[in-house]
């Protein structure tokens, strides 16, 4: 699932920790080696993203590669806010200019159509871009200080767990990196909502802390339809970590699992609310796969749609077929 070792990649040729402190002198420099068509680590409230020119096809293309992503799912720009947004898209309807608002800065991705201007490289030469300003402020301060758009997939290899906090990008994706920005952990901690507006009624092609509700509080016809076609990069098998993962009722007393109640020995007790379990999730999932288990249980979380968005990550991370 997770590539092997490679040799060093062009960002990080001496080894070491790139982690670096998100200080205004830090941001700079940054800014500069995305200018010189480098990937840097960056922060936002969802996960970490790899962050890389929006406008450089060969930068897109050291982000596909070193996350050993296929060619045909695409990435999102992030940007600073509608008015970047809309000069990247070609049309801005009020669909988009309504949500924008209501969630701008924020976890939510529209996918509009869009302009030339963006490569074909970034959207895996869909005629759609998907758009996100978000909320953390070193994400917000990066695309100000580079003044342009980012592509930021999140910064785990292919399929694996997105990380929630620095220290938990893979060492492999870290290789190929410039510097990572120390954000602090992700307030959010699971990926954005996705929201296609590019054709038909506004359908949520990605679960994310933004529900469905909220969204058709806006757009009351906004459907939640994954057809194939529609919704490339959506595998069964995503967000997963390297120890097969089992939904249970209840954990086995014995096995490393993420329960509801009292925790056993090497079992991590989540919270019962949603949101912090969302943003616990993914930090305790990595915990328990560096324990090396044939197994890592996780128990089924309450059946109200409040649980949507992390019972679809629990669904993907515990699916064995890709
Ligand atoms: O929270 C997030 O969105 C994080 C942070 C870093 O911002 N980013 C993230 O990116 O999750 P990534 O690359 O892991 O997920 C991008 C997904 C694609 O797999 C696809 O499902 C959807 O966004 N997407 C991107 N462009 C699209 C398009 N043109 N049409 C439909 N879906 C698209
Ligand atoms: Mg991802």
Not at 116 to 131: C, N, Q
Request: with cysteine.
């Amino acid at each position: 699932m997770v590539a092997g070792p490679r040799g060093p990649a062009p960002g990080n040729v001496g080894g070491g920790s790139l982690i670096r402190e998100a200080t205004a002198e830090a941001i700079a420099e940054a800014a500069s080696a995305l200018r010189a068509g480098k990937l840097v680590g960056m922060p936002t409230e969802t996960v970490y993203g790899i962050a890389a020119d929006a406008l450089s096809p060969s930068a897109i293309v050291a982000t596909y590669e070193l996350k050993r992503r296929p060619a045909d799912n695409p990435l999102i720009v992030h940007v600073s806010g509608p008015e970047m947004a809309s000069e990247l898209a070609s049309v801005w309807p009020k669909e988009a200019r309504v949500l924008a608002e209501s969630f701008w800065p924020g976890p939510l991705t529209l996918v509009l159509p869009k302009r030339d201007l963006i490569p074909s490289e970034a959207t895996a030469g869909l005629p759609s871009v998907a758009l996100r300003a978000p909320a953390h402020l070193v994400a917000a301060r990066l695309i100000g200080a580079f003044g342009g758009p980012l592509t930021a997939p999140s910064a785990n290899p292919f399929m694996g767990l997105s990380p929630t906090q620095a220290t938990d990008i893979d060492p492999f994706i870290e290789r190929g990196l410039a510097m990572i920005l120390d954000g602090g952990p992700c307030e959010v901690g699971i990926e954005s909502t996705v929201v296609d507006l590019s054709s038909g009624p506004p359908n949520v092609l990605r679960l994310g802390t933004i529900s469905l509700a909220q969204i058709r509080e806006i757009l009351p016809d906004a459907v939640h339809e994954l057809a194939e076609r529609k919704a490339p990069g959506m595998y069964p098998r995503h967000y997963a970590p390297q120890t097969p993962l089992r939904i249970a009722t209840k954990a086995p007393a014995d096995a490393p699992a993420l329960v509801f109640g009292e925790p056993g020995f090497g079992q991590i007790r989540m919270p019962s609310d949603p949101a912090a379990y969302a943003r616990r999730l993914y930090a305790a999932l990595a915990e328990l796969d560096r324990h090396g288990a044939d197994t890592i249980y996780a128990e089924a979380p309450p059946t109200g749609p409040e649980w949507d968005a992390v019972r679809d990550r629990l669904r993907k991370a515990s699916t064995a077929d890709r």
